[in-house]
Nanobody, 121 residues
Framework: QVHLVESGGGLVQPGGSLRLSCTAS????????MGWYRQDPGKQRELVAV???????NYADSVKGRFTIFRDNAKNTVYLQMSSLKSEDTAVYYC???????????????WGQGTQVTVSS
């Protein structure tokens, strides 16, 4: 099985910074993309940032210039460096990976359990 485990969430003041981490483990042949999504109660889940194994990145307009996504392919880990945080960034952040398990031909989308990020003074 492929599992995603997030860490780094918590409470931070507006203008502060926070770093989220997500590590994929299990029998993995390859991972072509990893990203972060977020969701608040009553709202739709939205893409925050995504990066591919080739190094390309894509960000939501609301976080451009403030968030940076990094990936360590050797460790199957993706990071989200969050800076200049606003109250609007408060949400549960979910890690997602498009991974190909060993002995499988197709990529499968996996989700982490989510980590709470609260931005409040």
């Amino acid at each position: 099985q492929v599992h995603l485990v997030e860490s780094g969430g918590g409470l931070v003041q507006p203008g502060g910074s926070l770093r989220l981490s997500c590590t994929a483990s299990g029998s993995i042949f390859s991972i072509r993309a990893m990203g972060w999504y977020r969701q608040d109660p009553g709202k739709q889940r939205e893409l925050v940032a995504v990066t591919t194994s080739g190094g390309s990145t894509n960000y939501a307009d609301s976080v451009k210039g403030r968030f940076t996504i990094f990936r360590d392919n050797a460790k199957n880990t993706v990071y989200l460096q969050m800076s200049s945080l606003k109250s609007e960034d408060t949400a549960v952040y979910y890690c997602n990976a498009e991974a190909r398990p060993t002995n499988f031909y197709s990529f499968i989308s996996y989700w982490g359990q989510g980590t709470q990020v609260t931005v409040s003074s």
